[in-house]
């Protein structure tokens, strides 16, 4: 894979797994890499240096949202910033209700059935671990989160909700400012969290518009660096620190700043707001494509996730194909020369479905045969076309290989095929 382009060889799509760092991004990062390593915390003059590329990044980034510099607080990426997020207001709330000390009563908390594991397992961990009663909000058939149920469910205890901006498995955009003002208008007290480390590059994600209080996004899903992660935590949220020692970031998260990754991710969000409408438009063009031309070409195939492009992540196209385990054809395209993404995860050998497109409703076997291709900037027509061609004699390869029938499909996965 030739820099952030498909090359004639490789077609790389699986945008919303990471993308390609942009050379510009690169550059400027080159020399906090190098010449300026000091410790920002430091006293001497190279650590002023340092210092203020993390202010002038803080700055940036924060205004790239909506926020105030005082309320991004950096993390290694959006698995941390998740955690931050649920553990810091868990934390927190528990502390004031008994004016310091942990009381020994869990809150509730609020997450939906399709957030990344990230959040999800931090929740139940919470549940676990007996400081947190949790409940789950179930999804549409595309994956969004009704903000009545998401209100519905506050409760007078209720501490946070977090519910996502956009999926990264099947692209749904939820109504954040929706479920924000219901959440809040059903109790003032109840933080609202948005993982919107999917959104942020495409949507431009405003903290303001959306009605949040805290945030979630990364660096390297925007062009950026791995490694760099915000969370945006407007003034007065309460938030117990989860890594412990010095005070950096105003003492809610310890530990020596990547000064490079920091100004990276602050060049590739200044980026992202430049070339958006470029961007969208690009990516849209070519997801209008290859969602139209899956199932045209591949008999039993349906597209998941919301139909109308204004309510789905753009770049974003997850397919189901009948008969066949979406990893037997990432294999199988890896080897033609694709890079892509299934919903599902092999553990321990099994395939197990994803637990996106089971709370959607997707049947078990059928979830089995999910697809993720994710464009950006760098992808061309010619890749879909090369994927439209090269894709179609791969499944059906695979269908003959099985050794069950696989040309009636059981009558609960008709609504989930193009007809
Ligand atoms: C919606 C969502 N949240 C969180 C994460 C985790 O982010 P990171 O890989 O930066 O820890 C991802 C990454 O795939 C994601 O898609």
Redesign the pocket.
Known sequence: MNGHRSNGSRVYLDH???TPPDPRVVEAMLPYLTEYFANPSSIYVEAQQTRRAIDEARQTIASSVGADPGEIVFT???????SLALRGVVGASRRRARGGAASGNPVHIITSAV?????LDTAEQLERDGVAELTILEVDREGRVDPAAAAAAVRDDTVLVSV?H???EVGAINDVAAIARAVHEANPRTAVHT????SVAHLGANVDRLGVDLM?F????LYGP??A?ALYVRAGTPLAPQILGGSQEERRRAGTEDTAAIVGFAKAIEIAADEREADLSHERALQQRLMTELPQRIAMTGITGPADLDERLPGNVSALIGFVEGESILLALDLAGFAASSGSACTTGSVEPSHVLVAMGVPDELARGSLRFSLGRGNTDEDVDRLLTELPPIVERLRALSPMPTTEPPADWQPWLAT
């Open positions: 919303a797994a990471t290694a990426g959006g698995s941390e910033s998740d957030e990344h594991h990230a959040v996502m956009a999926n990264n993982d919107a480390v999917q979630t990364t660096g390297h899903k791995r490694g992660g």
